[in-house]
């Protein structure tokens, strides 16, 4: 008897245990399978896609713009009094009362002074306007930075926000829709916290 315990009943036993090894190396070995498969899936769907980041930088061709109002309703005065006289690349300005203006035919019509414009002390009516890291100062719808000692007329970057326009700002129609314009700069109406308020959206390049 103790023979064939030996000869039939202990391989037997072994070969079992044999097998049942291989068999959960198998499973295990499926099971990581799988959990790779799983983990994979999650990386695929939570893979974000990102966007281009907004134009800083929109230039609108002056033959496409549309005035609403065929001629621009012309400011003049016969004298400008206590007026101090600025030359910017061989044009004077005349500025007197937080306005600036030019001679022409006897009268002095005010405008708007250019990119570059530089004055020594800013209008009394200006307004500081923080965007991007930059510090404006607008006044009457013309945007200053500080260089030194002066301020500068630059253009301000898309995307700045001012909550009023000045008095005689125009509305002009690009590509069928609507948009608000002075010194060349294009505002669009917007709300901002509830109040109202002018985004800059471009700018108009003269042709």
């Given at each position: ?16 245990a ?16 799988a959990?790779?498969k ?15 980041p907004k134009?800083t ?44 203006y ?9 405008i708007?002074?250019k990119?570059?414009f ?12 923080y ?10 719808g ?64 003269i042709?």
């Amino acid at each position: 008897m103790k023979t064939f315990i030996k000869i039939f009943v202990l391989p037997s036993l072994f070969i079992v245990a044999i097998s049942t090894q291989v068999s959960g190396q198998t499973r295990r070995s499926s099971t990581t399978n799988a959990n790779k498969k799983v983990t994979t899936t999650t990386r695929v769907t939570t893979t974000k896609t990102t966007t281009a980041p907004k134009s800083t930088d929109r230039r609108v061709s002056s033959t496409k713009v549309i005035y609403k109002t065929p001629k621009k309703k012309v400011v003049s005065v016969r004298s400008v009094p206590n007026r101090t006289v600025i030359n910017h690349k061989g044009q004077n300005y005349y500025y007197s009362n937080n306005k600036y203006y030019t001679q022409s035919r006897g009268h002095y019509i005010v405008i708007p002074p250019k990119v570059g414009f530089r004055i020594n002390v800013l209008p009394s009516n200006y307004k500081r306007v923080y965007f991007n890291n930059r510090n404006y100062f607008n006044a009457g719808g013309i945007f200053y930075i500080q260089i030194n000692n002066q301020y500068e007329v630059v253009e301000p970057e898309v995307g700045t926000v001012v909550y009023e326009l000045p008095n005689d700002y125009e509305k002009v129609v690009i590509d069928g829709l609507t948009y608000y314009e002075y010194a060349n700069v294009l505002y669009e109406k917007v709300q901002v916290n509830g109040a109202r308020a002018y985004e800059v959206v471009g700018i108009i390049e003269i042709n």
